[in-house]
């Protein structure tokens, strides 16, 4: 599952496509993290995290620091991560992940874009049989034994380990996110990317047409403030 997620992940799990969108993106991610456990990233597991993907996607360290300084002061608005689901044309399954300051607003805009590409916006929890929630982590390649070394993460539940190009990639149970994050830091392993994933169970084979009104749709949500992430089912 996860070796042929990697292959076809920039299509199942959208990311934003300019820098001031994605940067945007982590700003968020930092203040949600930052709300919950503070702003020093060295007793904060989620804030190191997301501040090591930020920088793997090259956004600036002052960008980082001016979004960690004003998540810690009054000036930050609360934000809240609401996640929505629904059908496309063509019965693709569609979640969408976001951070907003306005719920009301958010899902408003949502159901307009569904309503708008021939979609249908659902309830909480309706894609749960279509989409598992896991935990990614990709590590620097080193001198140690793989082998070896998947062996003893599957300990802290790692069910998954494979080399690509540039790096050693796991996946586990989204539980299991702290414990593989700390056994990392112990073993002063360098973590080039950890995140909270949603991988389908199945995929829906389009035409190229049917596909391209999906596509109409995702970009439409995507362009929305505050979509974090989009999900499909298609393949």
Wanted: aromatic fraction near 8%; charged fraction near 35%.
């Amino acid at each position: 599952m996860g070796r042929a997620f990697e292959y076809r992940k920039e299509r199942i799990f959208r990311r934003n496509s300019t820098l001031s969108r994605l940067f945007t993106k982590y700003g968020k991610e930092i203040a949600i993290a930052v709300k919950a456990g503070g702003p020093n990233p060295e007793t904060n597991p989620k804030l190191r995290a997301v501040i090591q993907n930020a920088k793997q996607d090259n956004m600036p360290k002052e960008n980082i620091e001016r979004a960690i300084k004003r998540a810690a002061s009054k000036e930050q608005e609360d934000l809240k991560e609401m996640v929505y689901e629904g059908y496309a044309p063509h019965g693709v399954a569609i979640l969408i992940e976001t951070a907003t300051d306005n719920p009301t607003r958010t899902v408003a805009n949502i159901r307009s874009c569904f309503n708008k590409f021939g979609g249908t916006l659902g309830t909480s929890g309706m894609l749960d049989y279509i989409f598992e929630r896991k935990c990614r982590f990709k590590i620097k390649k080193g001198n140690f034994d793989l082998e070896e070394f998947e062996l003893e993460m599957i300990d802290y539940g790692v069910d998954e380990m494979f080399e690509v190009e540039d790096g050693i990639v796991m996946y586990a149970p989204f539980q299991q996110f702290g414990a593989i994050q700390k056994q990392l830091e112990a073993k002063k392993m360098e973590i080039l990317n950890a995140e909270f994933i949603r991988i389908p169970k199945e995929l829906k084979e389009l035409t190229p047409e049917q596909a391209a009104d999906v596509e109409k749709l995702i970009d439409k949500i995507e362009e929305d403030e505050d979509v974090q992430r989009v999900y499909h089912n298609m393949k």
